[in-house]
C-alpha cells in the first residue's frame, strides 16, 4: 500500500534538482528547507505557531524517543507510561533506568484524576504518550482531556512527549488536533513521523518543541549520527509537496479500513473482545484466559502467523491474554486466510 512506484519518480527528480547531493551533509538540525515546509504544514493543519528554527529532523520517531531520553531520564527518575503503550519505547526507557508509573489508557481516554495524582506524588521527568489511534489499541483521547493534559503538565512541570504517528490514518474523520495545539508554555514535544504511510525506509520524523528542547536535542543528535541523511530528507519533501501523497493518503484511509472491517468479520464469531479504532493499523485484542500465550503464540508463528504479545507492551508485563494484530501489511485475502487460521489455532488451544 506504499507509493513506491511514484517514489521511484521523486529520486530522479531531486538528484536532477540537487547534483550535489550525496557529497553533502546534513546539518544535525536537518534540512532548512524540510523544515520550512513541515512548519507551514503545522501551521496550516492544526495551528501551531511555530518556524523551522524549533523543529528538528530525527531519523524516524525511535530515534527521537532515544534521544529525548538521553537528555531527560537519570537512572531511577520516575516517567509516566501508557499501560499499554508501544515496546520500543518502554525498552528505550528501561535502557536509560527510569522507573516506569503505568496510566491505563480506555476507549475515553485516561483518569485524570490519576494522571494528577502520580504527577503531585512522584514528580515524574515526563509523560510519554500516543493519544492518537494509539499503538497498541487504537484508542484516541478526546480533545477535552487533551487540553486538561497540557493544563496538568504545565502545572506540575511534567514533560509530555506526545508521539504522533498515525494522525492522517483515520477512517471517518480527522481526529483530534495534537495536545501541543494547546501548549503555550513549552511543556509538550511533538513527534510527527511519516514512516508508517509513506516510505518506512527514509525514516524521516519531525520533532518540535520550544527552544530549550530544541537546543539540547541538536547536541544530542549530532552526538548521535550528525544529522538524518540529505537523501532521504530531500526525496520525501519532494514527495511530501505534491499532490499525489494528499492522492494515496485517501486511498490509504480506504484500504486500511476495508483491511479492519475484514479482520472484524473474520474474527466475529470467535467469542473476542475488541473495541473497533477508527484509525492507524491495529487492533486489540483480548483472547480466552485459558488460552496460553507462549505455546500459543510458537504455534501460531510455526504456522506463519504473526502478532505481538500483548505483555510486551504492558509496562508491567501482565496483559498476558492481550495480542495486537496488525492489517497493513498483506493483501486482503492473505488477511482473511491468516485470520481463520489464527481463529482454528486458539480454537484448539481453549
Known amino acids: 500500500m506504499l507509493p513506491n512506484l511514484f517514489l521511484s519518480e ?34 496550516r493543519q492544526h495551528w501551531v505557531q511555530l518556524t523551522a528554527s524549533e523543529m528538528v529532523i530525527t531519523t524516524g520517531a525511535q530515534q527521537a524517543i532515544d534521544l529525548l531520553s538521553r537528555i531527560y531520564i537519570r537512572s531511577m ?34 483518569d485524570l484524576e490519576r494522571v494528577e495524582l502520580l504527577m503531585k506524588r512522584y514528580k515524574p521527568r515526563l509523560f510519554y504518550m500516543n493519544p492518537t489511534f494509539h499503538n497498541p489499541t487504537g484508542y484516541t483521547v478526546p480533545s477535552a482531556q487533551r487540553k486538561q493534559l497540557v493544563e496538568l503538565a504545565e502545572r506540575y512541570r511534567c514533560l509530555i512527549i506526545e508521539d504522533d504517528a498515525f494522525h492522517d490514518m483515520y477512517f471517518d474523520k480527522p481526529p483530534p488536533m495534537p495536545l501541543i495545539t494547546y501548549d503555550t508554555e513549552g511543556w509538550v514535544v511533538y513527534l510527527r513521523s511519516f514512516s508508517k504511510y509513506v516510505a518506512p525506509g527514509l525514516r524521516i520524523c519531525s520533532v518540535i518543541g520550544r527552544r530549550p528542547v530544541i537546543g539540547s536535542l541538536i547536541t544530542a543528535k549530532s552526538l548521535a549520527d550528525n544529522g538524518t541523511p540529505c537523501v532521504n530528507q530531500k526525496i520525501f519533501l519532494h514527495y511530501f509537496g505534491s499532490e499525489r501523497l494528499q492522492q494515496h493518503q485517501e486511498k490509504l484511509r480506504i484500504a486500511l479500513q476495508v483491511r479492519r472491517d475484514i479482520m472484524e468479520r473474520e474474527f466475529a464469531g470467535a467469542g473476542w473482545d475488541w473495541v473497533s479504532p477508527q484509525g492507524g493499523l491495529n487492533l486489540w485484542v483480548k483472547l480466552p484466559d485459558s488460552i496460553p500465550m507462549e505455546p500459543f503464540f510458537a504455534e501460531c508463528v510455526r504456522q506463519s502467523i504473526s502478532f505481538v504479545p500483548g505483555a510486551i507492551c504492558d509496562p508491567l508485563r501482565e496483559m498476558k491474554s492481550w495480542i495486537r494484530l496488525s492489517y497493513s501489511f498483506v493483501n486482503e485475502g492473505q488477511l482473511r486466510e491468516g485470520a481463520r487460521r489464527l481463529t482454528d489455532i486458539a480454537e484448539r488451544f481453549k
Open 77 to 110: 527518575d520516575p516517567i509516566l507510561v501508557e499501560r499499554p503503550t508501544y515496546s520500543a519505547a518502554l525498552d528505550i526507557f528501561r535502557q536509560q533506568g527510569a522507573r516506569l508509573l503505568p496510566v491505563d489508557i480506555y476507549p475515553d481516554g485516561y
Open 10 to 43: 521523486y529520486v530522479k527528480k531531486v538528484f536532477d534538482s540537487y547534483p550535489k547531493l550525496l557529497g553533502t551533509y546534513s546539518s544535525a538540525q536537518g534540512d532548512e528547507e524540510l523544515r520550512e515546509a513541515l512548519s507551514r504544514f503545522m501551521v
